[in-house]
Structures are given as structure tokens and as C-alpha cells.
């Protein structure tokens, strides 16, 4: 019986181990699958530098609706939530990356894992860190839009709504505001910073505003409804720590971009990325570690989709 129980113990030892993400977890099944992905990514940000930014924040967008599950990519459910629509974009890179990956691993690579890559991928691929992406997620077999337009931040909100959001995934307000950074990269519509560059508030820069207004109508249902303007002015296409000396002077693009310097608990973090791009960049990358742990589906859990965009 005791020689039964210890074999059983070590049975569920292996069991457990195995169920844990690795950064090695294809090393055997799939040695050459990172570099694919890798090779597709830079060819898709060498395309169009925007690129980065929007692979970026899909992962992101993944992570806070049930965990880093490639829930994002099914075809119907979250890619319809307001936060999305029209404006979550990449989807046909990393369909792209993964049929390439299916050529040589089929079956092996999950969709899950590959956005987590991906994000890393176009982060280096503009002058942003690396981090070690730890893998072995599994992909889900349902998405819910209604789940991610409760889950997934606005640019409305305010500095307390986004320290929550981001409490309930684990993360501190540091985190919060590293991640934020990554809008040192990519472009906003119109729609987005309205409010804010017309009501003639204290926390805008007035010149700042003259210029965003011009590219943007003043009432909604305009043909300008669509247009895009870079989240950070001076370096759109770089990742650094512009996007932070934009907030200390009061050029946020977005309003949830400002409330991190608006005379609130996350000025001082503000204020010390806007001096030191390398403290930044570390964080940035210790955030997006422990943001591609939230909740994935692990061991038999879920799938590994053939295709991302739909189920099994």
C-alpha cells in the first residue's frame, strides 16, 4: 500500500510539473516554432511599423477576458465588444504566424502561445525589451463579447476604475502604468480623445489640443470620426519614454492616459519613467511576464486550435 501511495505521489508530481508554463515547453515538440513566429512578426512590423502596437495590445486585450486564452481570436464573441470593434487589429498576422508554425509542428503550437510571442516579437522588433515568454497555454473553446466590455479598460475611465481593473488581474498600479507605456506606440480614431481635446479642461495642454483638432471633428458622425492620430507625437514609431513626458507636459492622448498624472497616486511613477527610459522598458517587461500569466488554460484544459479564428 505504501509502495502504491508513493507511486502515486510521484505520478501526480510529474503531473503538476508538466501542467506548468515553461519557457522550454517546446524545445523537443517544436524546436524551431519561436523562430518562426519571430520570422513573421518582424516581416509584419517591417510592413507597417503600426503593427507592433496593435500585436501588443491584442495580447493584452487576450489576457484581461479570461485569461490569456486566444479568446480574442475566435470570430465571434470578444472581437465584437466595443472595446474592439474597429479598432483591435493583427488578427491576420497571427494567422499567419500559426499556419506557418502548423507546417512544421501541427497540432503543437497553441494560439495562446503564439500572441504571447508575438507581443514580445514586436516589442524588440521597434526598439522595446525582450522578456522570457513562458509557455504552454492552451487555446479556449468559448469567448464572450458581453464579458469583454466588462473586463477590458476604456479610455473613460478614471485613475481609481483603472487601478481596480487592474488589481483584479493581479497587477499592481506600477504595472498598470508600464503597461500604459506601451501606448508610446500606435494610433488612436478621433472617437477616442473628442471629449477630451474639445472641453477645454485644465489637464490639456491648449496647443496640444489646437493640433489634435484639427484632424478631428468637434461633433460625432463626420466623415473624421475615423481619423487616426499617433498616441505619442514625437516618436509614434519607437518604443521609449516619450508617451511619459507627454503626460507631465498634459499631452495624454486619452483620457485614461492623463489620469495617470493628474495630481494622483500614480504621479510619482509617471514622473520616473518620463526621466529614465530604462526603468521603463525593465518594468514594462516584468509587467508583461506577469500579465501573460493571468489565467491560462493549462495540461488538458481547452485546445490547440488548428485555426485561431475558430474552434476545433
Known sequence: MR??????????LSSTCK????STFYDKECPNGLATIRNA??????????????????????????????????????????????SAR?????????????????GVVSCADILAVAARDASVAVGGPSWTVKLGRRDSTTASSSLAEQELPRFTDSLDSLV??????????????????????????????????????????????????????????????????????????????NYFKNLLQKKGPLQSDQVLFSGGSTDSIVSEYGRSSATFKSDFASAMIKMGNIGPL???????????SAVN
Open 298 to 308: 493549462i495540461g488538458s484544459s481547452g485546445q490547440i486550435r488548428r485555426i485561431c
Open 90 to 106: 493583427g488578427y491576420e498576422v497571427i494567422d499567419s504566424a500559426k499556419a506557418q508554425v502548423e507546417k512544421i509542428c501541427p
Open 164 to 241: 481596480s481593473r487592474f488589481a483584479n488581474k493581479g497587477l499592481s498600479a506600477r504595472d498598470m502604468v508600464a503597461l500604459s507605456g506601451s501606448h508610446t506606440l500606435g494610433q488612436a480614431q478621433c472617437s477616442s480623445f473628442r471629449g477630451r481635446i474639445y472641453n477645454n479642461g485644465s489637464d490639456i495642454d491648449v496647443g496640444f489640443a489646437s493640433t489634435r483638432k484639427r484632424r478631428c471633428p468637434a461633433t460625432s458622425g463626420q466623415p473624421g470620426d475615423s481619423n487616426l492620430a499617433p498616441l505619442d507625437l514625437v516618436t509614434p514609431n519607437s518604443f521609449d519614454n
Open 41 to 86: 512578426i518582424r516581416t509584419a512590423v517591417s510592413r507597417e511599423r503600426r503593427m507592433a502596437a496593435s500585436l501588443i495590445r491584442l495580447h493584452f486585450h487576450d489576457c484581461f477576458v479570461q485569461g490569456c486564452d486566444a479568446s480574442v481570436l475566435l470570430e465571434d464573441g470578444e472581437r465584437n465588444a466595443l472595446q474592439n470593434k474597429g
Open 3 to 12: 509502495k502504491f501511495l508513493i507511486v502515486f505521489m510521484l505520478l501526480l
Open 19 to 22: 501542467a506548468k508554463l515553461s
